[in-house]
C-alpha cells in the first residue's frame, strides 16, 4: 500500500481533524535516524531484559517478582485491591507471555513468537475455579489472544513448520468469551465487575463495577465476534455499551461506579482518570474498527462534556455528572493517555499542552506518580507509587506520530533514561513504591512488555506500521482496520454504481453518501482523490477556528461545522 493510500484511510477515519498519518521513517530521509536506531536497541534490551527473566523465573505464572526472582499468580488480583475470594488451587495463566505476544511481533522475534503460540495452543486452559475482574480478563488476555491470532493469519509467514497454526489462538479466545457471557445475565445488561472461569457469576457477588468495568469491552469482544462469526459476544459488550450511554446525565457525563442489577449510579463524581478512562478511549476506536455513526456520535458528545466540565488549562480535574461542578484537583498516571486519544480525535494543540504538563511532573519527579494534588501542588499521602504505567510513553508515540516533532523523541529518550535508572534491577523491571525515595516494589506489571516498551518501542521505530492500520487496545494490542468489519450501505452506494464521472482527467464527483464506504482504497483508480460535492473546505489547513464562520461543509455527511470551545472545527452541532 502506498504512502497515499495509508494517508487516505487516515482522513477518512480521524473525523475531527486529518492530521494523524503514519508516515514511517524509512519514507524518506530522516536526519535523526542515527538516533532512533540508537534508541530502538536500547528499548529493545529492556523488552528482553524483562521477558527473559519472566521465561527465567516465573514462567508459566503470572507474572515476574523481580526483586526476590519469583513469580506472583496475580490475573485473580488485577483489581482486587482488598484481596478478597482468592483461589487456592490458580497456578496461573501465563499472563505475562500472553501480554508479551503482539511486542514479540513487532520488534521482529517471530521464532520467540511461533514458540509462545505452540506454547500456549497446547497447554493453557482457562478450566480454572478462579475469580477475575471481567475487564482486565478482557484487555490483557481476550486482547492478547484475539490480537496475536491476528498477527498469526495475517499475509507475513511467520510460522516456519507449515499448518502448524491452526486457529488454536483464536478457538482459546472463543473459549473465554463464552466464559465471560454469564456476567452479563443481568436486569440491565451491564456485566458484573467479577466472574469465576469455572462457575460463572458467584453467589452473592458484589453487583458495583465501574464506567469502564461495563463500557471498554467492545474493541475485544467485537473483534471476536467478526472472527468467529459467533454475535453473541458483540452483542452483549454492545448492549451494555448502549445501556451505559443512557444513563449519562443531562450535561453528557457520566459516574464512576454503579449498580449492573438496579443501572442506579453510586459515585458520581468522575473524570478521565481511573475507572472511567478507557470509556471514552472505546467509544472513539470502536468508530475506528467497526465503522459505527454510533460510537462516533456517543464519543463526540462526551468529548465535548469532558472539554467544557473537565478541564481547566492544559489539566482535567473531576466533576460531579449531575452539575458539572468541580469535586477533586488532582492528576493521575491514567490520564496520561488522554493527549494520544486527543490525537486520534485531531485536537492536537490540547494535547501537546495538556502532553507538556505530565512531562513536567515526570521530570520533576523522576517518573510520574500515581497521584498528584494539583490544588495543594504535593503528591498524594499514600498514592506515590509508579508501577511501570505505559500511559505518558504511549501519548509521546501519537504525538510525534502526528507531528514529527523531535521534541518527543526527547522526552522518549528522558522516559527510557529514567526507566534504566530508578526501575531496572538485576532479573528485570521493579515498580517503584514510593517516588519521593525510589523505593522499589517486587513486582512487574504484565502491561510493562504489552505497552510500556511497545509504545517506547515504536517511537523510535514504526517499521512495523509500514502499509498497515492498526487500532490499539486501551492494553496496547494492535487489531488491524479492515473494510470487512465495518458497516456496510446499499448497494446503490458502492463506489461501482457511481454514475457521475464525466472525464478522465476531471475529478471524480461522488455523492456524500458514497464517500461513507470509501476507502475502498481501488475507488480512486489513479485519479485525483474523490470529493463529496458538497464539501467546503475550512478556512485554515489546520482546522483551528475563532468563530463558526471560518469552518466549511463536511466532506462525508454535508452537515455544516462549527467552531468546538477547544477552538477546532468539527460536527459539534449535531451533538
Same mark, same amino acid.
Given at each position: ?11 477518512m ?7 494523524l498519518f ?12 542515527a538516533?532512533?536506531?540508537r534508541m530502538s ?11 527473559d527473566n519472566?521465561?527465567?523465573?516465573a514462567f508459566?505464572h503470572d ?5 526476590t526472582?519469583?513469580?506472583t499468580?496475580?490475573l485473580?488480583?488485577?483489581?482486587? #485491591?482488598k484481596?478478597e475470594h ?7 495463566t +501465563? $499472563?505475562?507471555?500472553?501480554? /508479551?505476544?503482539? !511486542?514479540l ?5 517471530e521464532t520467540?513468537f511461533e ?8 497447554n493453557?486452559?482457562f478450566?480454572v475455579?478462579a ?5 482486565e480478563?478482557?484487555i490483557?488476555?481476550l486482547g492478547?489472544l484475539?490480537?496475536?491470532?491476528i ?5 507475513t ?6 499448518g ?8 482459546l479466545?472463543e473459549e473465554l ?5 454469564p456476567?452479563f445475565d ?5 456485566p458484573?465487575?467479577?466472574i469465576?472461569l469455572?462457575?460463572g457469576?458467584?453467589?452473592k457477588e458484589?453487583t ?5 468495568g461495563?463500557g ?7 473483534a471476536l465476534?467478526? #472472527?468467529?462469526?459467533d ?7 454492545l448492549? +451494555? $455499551?448502549?445501556?451505559?450511554? /443512557?444513563?449519562? !446525565?443531562?450535561?453528557n ?7 449492573v442489577q ?5 459515585e458520581?463524581?468522575?473524570g478521565i482518570?481511573a475507572?472511567v478512562?478507557?470509556f471514552?478511549?472505546?467509544l472513539?476506536?470502536?468508530?475506528l474498527?467497526?465503522g459505527?455513526?454510533?460510537?462516533w456520535?456517543m464519543?463526540?458528545?462526551a468529548?465535548?462534556?469532558?472539554q467544557?466540565y ?5 489539566w482535567?480535574?473531576e ?6 461542578r468541580?469535586t477533586?484537583?488532582?492528576?493521575t498516571s ?11 480525535a485531531?485536537d492536537?494543540a ?8 505530565f512531562f513536567y511532573?515526570?521530570q520533576q519527579?523522576g517518573?510520574?506518580p500515581?497521584?498528584? #494534588?494539583?490544588?495543594h501542588?504535593?503528591l498524594?499521602p499514600?498514592?506515590?507509587?509508579y508501577?511501570?504505567?505505559p500511559?505518558l510513553a504511549? !501519548?509521546t ?5 502526528a507531528?514529527?516533532?523531535?521534541w518527543?523523541?526527547?522526552?522518549g529518550?528522558?522516559?527510557v533514561?529514567?526507566l534504566?535508572?530508578h ?11 514510593d517516588v519521593t525515595t ?7 506489571h ?8 511497545k509504545?517506547?518501542y ?5 517499521s512495523?506500521?509500514v502499509n498497515?492500520?492498526?487500532v490499539f487496545?486501551?492494553?496496547?494490542h494492535?487489531l ?5 468489519w ?11 454504481n ?12 461522488a455523492?456524500?453518501?458514497?464517500m461513507?464506504i470509501c476507502p475502498?482504497?481501488?475507488?480512486g ?6 470529493e463529496?460535492?458538497c464539501?467546503?473546505p475550512?478556512?485554515?489547513a489546520h482546522?483551528r477556528c475563532l ?6 461543509v ?5 452537515r ?10 468539527g460536527?459539534?452541532?449535531s451533538?
Open positions: 500500500m502506498s504512502t497515499v493510500n495509508i494517508k487516505t484511510w487516515a482522513m477515519f480521524l473525523l475531527i481533524s486529518p492530521t503514519i508516515e514511517t521513517s524509512s519514507s524518506k530521509l530522516d536526519p535523526f535516524a538516533k532512533k536506531k536497541d536500547k528499548v529493545r534490551k529492556m523488552f528482553y531484559h524483562a521477558y519472566y521465561m527465567m523465573y508459566p507474572e515476574l517478582k523481580p526483586l526472582k519469583t513469580y499468580n496475580s485473580s488480583e488485577l483489581g482486587n #485491591l484481596l482468592l483461589p487456592q488451587e490458580y497456578n496461573g +501465563a $499472563l505475562t507471555l500472553i501480554e /508479551s505476544l503482539s !511486542s511481533v513487532i520488534m521482529g522475534n520467540e514458540k509462545s503460540v505452540l506454547w500456549l495452543s497446547e493453557l486452559s478450566d475455579d475469580r477475575i475482574n471481567l475487564f480478563c478482557n490483557r488476555v492478547g484475539v490480537s496475536a491470532h498477527l498469526a493469519t495475517d499475509s509467514n511467520r510460522f516456519t513448520k507449515k502448524s497454526y491452526r486457529n488454536q489462538l483464536l478457538v479466545a468469551g463464552n466464559r465471560f457471557l456476567a443481568t436486569p440491565t445488561g451491564l458484573y465487575a467479577w469465576n469455572k462457575y457469576v458467584m453467589e458484589t458495583e463495577t465501574s464506567t469502564s461495563c471498554s469491552l467492545i474493541l475485544e469482544m467485537g465476534s467478526h #472472527l468467529t462469526g454475535p453473541r459476544f458483540e452483542s452483549a459488550a448492549r +451494555a $455499551l448502549r445501556k451505559l450511554w /443512557s444513563m449519562r !446525565s443531562s450535561l457525563l457520566l459516574g464512576t461506579t454503579l449498580d438496579t443501572g442506579e449510579w453510586i458520581y463524581s468522575s482518570g475507572g478512562d478507557s471514552y478511549e472505546y472513539l476506536k470502536a468508530h474498527l467497526f459505527r455513526e454510533e460510537f456520535r464519543f463526540q458528545s468529548y465535548l462534556a469532558v467544557k473537565f478541564r481547566h488549562g492544559p482535567y480535574h466533576a460531579d455528572m449531575r452539575t458539572g468541580a477533586y484537583w488532582q492528576l491514567l490520564q496520561a493517555f488522554w493527549p494520544g486519544l486527543q490525537v486520534l485531531g492536537i490540547a494535547a501537546n499542552s495538556s502532553h507538556r504538563e511532573v515526570w519527579f517518573v510520574l500515581e497521584r498528584y #494534588l494539583l490544588d501542588q504535593m498524594h499514600t498514592e506515590k507509587y508501577p511501570l504505567r500511559e504511549e !501519548s508515540f501519537y504525538l510525534y506520530q507531528t514529527k516533532d523531535p518527543y523523541l526527547e522526552v529518550e528522558s522516559i533514561n529514567s534504566n535508572l526501575t531496572r534491577v538485576e532479573a528485570g523491571f521493579a515498580s517503584i513504591r525510589m523505593e522499589l516494589e517486587d513486582h512487574q504484565s502491561f510493562f512488555l504489552a505497552e510500556t516498551c509504545y517506547l515504536l517511537l523510535f521505530d514504526d512495523f506500521l498497515k492500520n492498526y487496545t486501551t492494553e496496547g494492535p488491524p482496520i479492515l473494510s470487512s465495518h458497516e456496510r450501505l446499499p448497494e446503490a452506494y458502492i463506489p461501482s457511481w454514475t457521475s464521472l464525466k472525464g478522465e482527467e476531471q475529478q471524480k464527483r455523492s456524500a453518501m458514497s461513507k475502498a482504497l481501488n475507488c483508480n489513479g485519479r485525483q482523490p474523490v463529496s460535492i464539501h467546503v475550512d478556512v485554515r482546522h468563530a463558526d464562520e471560518d469552518c466549511g463536511d466532506s462525508i455527511s454535508c455544516r461545522r462549527s467552531c468546538s470551545i477547544s477552538g477546532y472545527c460536527l459539534w452541532l451533538v
